[in-house]
């Protein structure tokens, strides 16, 4: 069973930065497409970043494009999300997901993704 662990989240001001942190384990292959998504209140969860299996590839939301960083290390098993000028529109809860496969042709997609974590809160206060 692949299990996810998202960790990192938290209260921060206005143009503050977070790293949010997503631990895998439960699969003897780490490098799979992975990515984050997040859902704010009353709001639909939404894609905001994934990385390719090898993290050679990145694909980002326009909404955080340019603020937020993707990154993984497979050697670690982790996939990290490192936020910057964090705006209170960012406020939501975090999720990590994996794919179960190693190619994935649609990584903006919710279900393009087989495995997620329990999300992690981060709250920017303005």
């Known amino acids: 069973q692949v299990q996810l662990v998202e960790s990192g989240g938290g209260l921060v001001q206005a143009g503050g930065s977070l790293r949010l942190s997503c631990a895998t384990s439960?699969?003897?292959?780490?490098?799979?497409?992975m990515g984050w998504f997040r859902q704010g209140p009353g709001k639909e969860r939404e894609f905001v970043a994934a990385?390719?299996?090898?993290?050679?590839?990145?694909v980002y939301a326009d909404s955080v494009k340019g603020r937020f960083t993707i990154s993984r290390d497979n050697a670690k098993n982790t996939v990290y999300l490192e936020m910057n000028s964090l705006k209170p529109e960012d406020t939501a809860v975090y999720y990590c997901a994996a794919a179960g496969a190693p190619y994935l042709p649609k990584p903006t997609i919710l279900k393009g993704y087989d495995y997620w974590g329990q999300g992690t809160q981060v709250t920017v206060s303005s």
């Open positions: 439960g699969r003897t292959r780490s490098s799979y497409p």
């Open positions: 990385i390719s299996w090898s993290g050679g590839s990145t």
